[in-house]
T-cell receptor
């Protein structure tokens, strides 16, 4: 069953703009992970945030986690055309990742 | 290190047949998990293996099974294929040995089409 739910489902922006995606989950977690997928290919791990962390940065990525609201957000700054992909949050609450349905991001030149 | 590899990459089967998919994890990784991705249901967890033992299983019928070998390579099998089994099957490996999962490294997937 889906635990993570991303919002929005689709996002279209221009190069240089920031993209923000939100994710909600249902149960307690050990950590929350964000992945990227290009055109139905394998998933690429972007960033992991632990349940006792509130914010984490990695390059142009910033992730926040609010365990009281069971929500997370992914911010991509200064987006590039190469960032065009689907982005998934995955809640880890044991020996499984529970994925949301993803946000489809389109970055146009 | 070489990444996670999956074979075959594409597969076409007919209803009622069975299929076996293979996954080789990153060298040194002992945890292997499988996921099914479809447009309607999204990414769903199938099962996870660690040191040849299944530690967790998703909500899939018994037609879906898997195993892991002593070298950590894993296979999943789907028997009596149905049209709804058409999907991208993804394998992921991790170096995690404890209860808390860390980063999962995904393979390119096997795209199965059932006719």
């Amino acid at each position: 069953s889906q635990q993570g739910e991303e919002d929005p489902q689709a996002l279209s922006i221009q190069e240089g703009e920031n993209a923000t995606m939100n994710c909600s989950y249902k149960t307690s977690i050990n950590n929350l992970q964000w992945y990227r997928q290009n055109s139905g290919r394998g998933l690429v791990h972007l960033i992991l945030i632990r349940s006792n962390e509130r914010e984490k940065h990695s390059g142009r990525l910033r992730v926040t986690l609010d365990t009281s609201k069971k929500s997370s957000s992914l911010l991509i700054t200064a987006s590039r055309a190469a960032d065009t992909a689907s982005y998934f949050c995955a809640a880890n609450s044991g020996y499984a990742l529970n994925f949301g349905k993803g946000t489809s991001l389109l970055v146009t030149p | 290190k070489a990444g996670v590899t999956q074979t075959p990459r594409y597969l076409i089967k007919t209803r009622g047949q069975q299929v076996t998919l293979s996954c080789s994890p990153i060298s040194g990784h002992r945890s292997v998990s499988w996921y099914q991705q479809t447009p309607g249901q999204g990414l769903q967890f199938l099962f996870e293996y660690f040191s040849e033992t299944q530690r967790n299983k998703g909500n899939f019928p018994g037609r879906f099974s898997g195993r892991q070998f002593s070298n950590s390579r894993s296979e999943m099998n789907v028997s009596t294929l149905e049209l709804g089994d058409s999907a991208l099957y993804l394998c992921a490996s991790s170096s995690t040995s404890g209860e808390v999962w860390e980063t999962q490294y995904f393979g390119p997937g096997t795209r199965l089409l059932v006719l």
